[in-house]
């Protein structure tokens, strides 16, 4: 039996499936468990999410000096961070995509190198017209995931 591939929509990152068994395993397998065994970590109804940070000493001391302490200081940093280069983190994260998946599946086609640097240089001119004569389905998912590649989109 041949294994499909999968990539995620939003990353391009493939996703590995086990298919053995029967249909009735598989789907028991990967139907959605709304119900977690364990209530998890953090402030539920805030949707707070506990994980593990590494710093230096120094970070710490510096967070630990903020009004509302290091929680309140990280999520702080991290919203004025996402705030500042939204553009800049779109163009980034679909053209990380888009790479994940040609570099999964079309290394082998015609203008596969000449289409990663057309991408990543930002031209979506030239991108569009490398990859139009491969296969339907990798131009396809291609143009999907380099949708937001380019600057003329910000």
């Known amino acids: 039996m041949r294994q499909p591939l999968v ?3 939003a990353t391009g990152r493939q996703i590995d ?3 053995g ?3 009735d395993e598989i789907m028991d397998r990967y139907e959605d468990r709304a119900t977690p065994a364990m209530a998890p970590r953090g402030r539920p109804r805030l949707g707070v999410v506990a994980r593990e940070v590494t710093l230096l000493p120094r970070h710490w001391e510096w967070l630990d000096s903020q009004p509302g302490g290091a929680s309140v200081a990280l999520r702080r ?3 004025q961070a996402r705030h500042a280069t939204p553009i800049a983190d779109r163009l980034r994260q679909a053209r990380e995509a888009t790479y994940r998946f040609l570099t999964a599946v079309a290394g082998n086609l015609a203008g596969y190198e000449e289409a990663l640097r057309a991408l990543f240089a930002g ?3 030239r991108f569009d017209t490398l990859i ?3 296969p339907s389905d990798v ?3 291609a143009m999907t995931l380099s ?3 380019f600057a003329d989109r910000a």
């Open 147 to 149: 949708q937001d590649a």
């Open 132 to 134: 139009r004569d491969w």
């Open 123 to 125: 031209d979506r001119r």
């Open 139 to 141: 131009n396809f998912f």
């Open 7 to 9: 990539f995620d929509n």
């Open 77 to 79: 940093l991290v919203d």
């Open 21 to 23: 068994g029967s249909d």
């Open 17 to 19: 499936l086990d298919l």
